[in-house]
């Protein structure tokens, strides 16, 4: 057992400690969260020095729950954690099934949510070993993804902000950046996000990094296309808020044509 350890036991408190909130709402999300098995995976992943406390949430959403956390080195990291009352399955499924890197597991709910995070972690690992702007991912396990915290600043180590939540000093540097995530994504790791907006693109030092990859598909995968159009669509919108007029038209033909 690694050095910075107490005894499992104690290490398991630890873990159910962070099922302790306060109001009734919080106590329903968590008991949502933190089911029975979910708190056996994330006892592995401690056993194994991923992590030694969690310290709050980062952000909650209808699929994940993420937290921050540190590691037996006390270097801070995020943990995803798939809810499983609340996916939805009929989407999940089809997003595997034009994927052939992965099998679908017909309707057993604990093995579709472990393909969906081993989903995630392969995307990320792709994209990050290309050297695109994403955290880099650590591990999975089952429904739990373990990945670089992204902070704000050097100055300021709060957890980096959504698009939405920031007013970019300089938003045609930070766009330009997003279509070039695009491009290298199509292009260099034929892969398509499929669901990109201001919500899952954070600022980080100034620079966008964009999460939530699960869905994320082969450009092999017959809704590819669509899908692509989807993202720069959702990308121009969201470049009106600062008077930047994208052409949907130029952005295309880049990425069609690199």
Known sequence: MNKHFHDADEQMRKLEETKRLKSSEDKQVSSEVFDDKTLKVLYKLAKQGYINTLNGVISTGKEANVFYGYDDDMMPVAVKIYRVVTLDFKKIKEYIAGDPRFKTHGNKTRQIINTWTNKEFKNLSRLYNLGLKVPEPYTSLENVLIMEYLDKSEDDHSAAPPLNKVKLKDPKVVFDEIINFIDKCYNEADLVHGDLSQYNILLSHNHPYVIDLSQATL????????????????????????????????????????
């Open 219 to 258: 450009r092999s995968n017959p809704s590819s296309r669509m899908l692509l159009e989807r993202d720069i669509k959702n990308i121009i919108y969201d470049a009106k808020k600062y008077k930047l007029n994208l052409s949907y038209d130029d952005i295309l033909n880049r990425v069609l044509n690199g």
